[in-house]
C-alpha cells in the first residue's frame, strides 16, 4: 500500500517562531493531502489539507505546501503559541493503493513559552 | 453541528474477553470509518462503510473483530477474542462522501488489553 513518512518525530520550538513538518508518500496517484492535530485524549482534528491540483494553501497561521514531483508536502506553521503544542499527523488519500488514507506516524510539536 | 459520538472512553478486559465500541457518526455523513491507533503511531483502518455496507474491510482481523453499521447511521465493533496486542485507541470517524474527503473524527475508546 501507500507509504508516508513524516518527519521529525518530535520538535520544540520557542513560541513566536516559525515549525516545519513534512511528509513523503509513495502512491504517485495520490490526491489528497489533510493534516490533522491530535491533543492528548483527544481525536485528530482537520486543520488544513490539499488537493493535488494545487501547490500551496494558506489558513491564518497555517500553511500546506505540496511537491507532486518530489511526492512530498509540509505543513508550516508561523508564529508559534502554546496551544499549537499537539501530536500533528499528515496523510495521503491513495487511489492506486486501496482508496484509503494513509497516516504519517505523527510529529509531538511542544511550543515552549 | 454535533461531532462523531464514541462510548466508552476507556475499556480495560482481560485477554480472551470481549468487548465492543459504539460510533454515531455526523448526521448526513455517508461514510463511517474505524481506525486502530497504536501509541505513537498514526490512525490505520479496519473498516470503511457507505451507508450501511462495507466497502472495505481487508485490514479487519476477522477471526476476532467484527463491525456492523445499523441502518446506515450507528455502528459497532466488536473484539472476541481479545488479545494483548489489541491495546490501542480505536478511532470512529465519518465523512460526507466516500473517497478523498475530510474525515471526522471522535474522541476514540482507549482500550487496555491485560
Known amino acids: 500500500g501507500e507509504n508516508v513518512e513524516q518527519h521529525p518525530s518530535t520538535l520544540s520550538v520557542q513560541e513566536g517562531d516559525s515549525a516545519v513538518i513534512k511528509c513523503t508518500y509513495s502512491d504517485s496517484a495520490s490526491n489528497y493531502f489533510p493534516w490533522y492535530k491530535q491533543e492528548l485524549g483527544k481525536g485528530p482534528q482537520l486543520i488544513i489539507d490539499i488537493r493535488s491540483n494545487v501547490g500551496e494553501k494558506k489558513d491564518q497561521r497555517i500553511a500546506v505546501t505540496l511537491n507532486k514531483t518530489a511526492k512530498h508536502f509540509s505543513l508550516h506553521i508561523t508564529e508559534t503559541q502554546p496551544e499549537d503544542s499537539a501530536v500533528y499527523f499528515c496523510a495521503a488519500y491513495a487511489t492506486n493503493t486501496g482508496n484509503q488514507f494513509y497516516f504519517g506516524t505523527g510529529t509531538s510539536l511542544t511550543v515552549i513559552p | 453541528e454535533a461531532g462523531v459520538a464514541q462510548s466508552p472512553r476507556y475499556k480495560i478486559i482481560e485477554k480472551r474477553q470481549s468487548v465492543a465500541f459504539w460510533c454515531n457518526p455526523i448526521s448526513g455523513h455517508a461514510t463511517l470509518y474505524w481506525y486502530q491507533q497504536i501509541l505513537g503511531q498514526g490512525p490505520k483502518l479496519l473498516i470503511q462503510?457507505?451507508?450501511?455496507?462495507?466497502?472495505?474491510d481487508s485490514q479487519l482481523p476477522k477471526d476476532r473483530f467484527s463491525a456492523e453499521r445499523l441502518k446506515g447511521v450507528d455502528s459497532t465493533l466488536k473484539i472476541q477474542p481479545a488479545k494483548l496486542e489489541d491495546s490501542a485507541v480505536y478511532l470512529c470517524?465519518?465523512?460526507?462522501?466516500?473517497?478523498?474527503?475530510?474525515?471526522?473524527f471522535g474522541n476514540g475508546t482507549r482500550l487496555t488489553v491485560t
Open positions: 470517524a465519518s465523512s460526507l462522501v466516500l473517497g478523498a474527503s475530510p474525515l471526522h
Open positions: 462503510f457507505q451507508n450501511n455496507g462495507v466497502v472495505d
